[in-house]
């Protein structure tokens, strides 16, 4: 079958393996029976925007134009740094979408991607987030009533706890041996009283298994800004990672508003 249009972030399932899905254009295409199987991406050399869908000859910020990038709030500060989000004072780029982004439940969580990090998110993207992540285990800590207070939990525990992932590694399979509950519990002692009042006490953690059997011990990163045609077996997915070939791999969700081709 072939498939064409603007791609965007592969959608997930959390399953005994996860499940995936890519949106091209209007259609989506369940993946996860075509692994071991042949795939051809082609890039058709536009790409337009996942906010206001003109033509941008370079995509900010996984998938903006240059003025959506600068204006729309889904690019807006608050993303990369929570703590500075300032929707609980009034004030955001766009107050209507704050009031579903910002000003809704988050979550401070412990993740296992290669290495322990910590981070946050929206309550409803639980365990969409994680999965993106290429995370194998995750554990919530505290849960808040919006993202500025979950921003300033997290940034507390930054000074004990990473809060990147090695995506290399991540993608190798590397994995620690992590006892989720113990770093949780540590994590919560670190914390100031009046951020423990939003701390959960349970030990739920929850594993994730991505549909990969074989890791690859090099990886080669592939973009549609470098090459046009990718063409082979599909052989994992991880993350928002595909497999092609086991070594070569891309990152679909860098490529939203891409316009693609995809022969399965
Ligand atoms: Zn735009």
């Known amino acids: 079958m072939i498939y064409k249009g603007n791609i965007e ?9 996860v499940e995936y899905c ?25 790409i337009n ?16 134009c240059y003025n959506c990038f600068m204006e729309a709030p889904e690019a807006s500060k608050c993303i990369l740094h929570p703590d500075k989000c300032q929707a609980h004072l009034g004030i955001s780029r766009d107050m209507e979408w704050s009031k579903n982004h910002c000003l809704t439940p988050h979550v401070v969580y412990l993740s296992v991607s290669s290495n322990l990090k910590v981070g946050i998110t929206r309550q409803s993207q639980i365990p969409t987030r994680w999965i993106d992540q290429g995370a194998t285990a995750a554990v919530i800590i505290a849960e808040t009533p919006n993202r500025h207070i979950a921003g300033i939990i997290e940034k507390y525990l930054m000074q004990f706890f990473s809060d990147k992932t090695s995506w290399q590694k991540m993608l190798k399979g590397v994995n620690n041996d ?50 046009n045609v990718l063409e082979g077996t599909l052989t994992g997915i991880k993350g928002q990672y595909l497999y092609i070939n086991n070594s070569q791999v891309i990152n679909v969700r860098k490529h939203r508003g891409y316009l693609v081709e995809i022969e399965l």
């Open 22 to 46: 890519i949106p091209v254009g209007e259609e989506y295409v369940s993946l996860n029976d075509f692994i071991g199987k042949p795939i051809k991406l082609s890039f058709q050399n536009q």
């Open 9 to 17: 972030k592969m959608k997930t399932k959390l399953s005994a393996e």
């Open 178 to 227: 992590i006892d989720l509950n113990k770093e949780k519990e540590a994590a919560i002692s670190y914390l100031p009283e009046e951020l423990k009042q939003y701390c959960k006490l349970d030990h739920e953690i929850t594993t994730i298994d991505f549909p990969i059997s074989e890791y690859p011990a090099k990886i080669l990163s592939q973009s549609f800004d470098k090459t």
């Open 49 to 64: 925007c996942v906010a206001c869908g003109k033509k941008t000859n370079k995509s900010f910020s996984q998938g903006f």
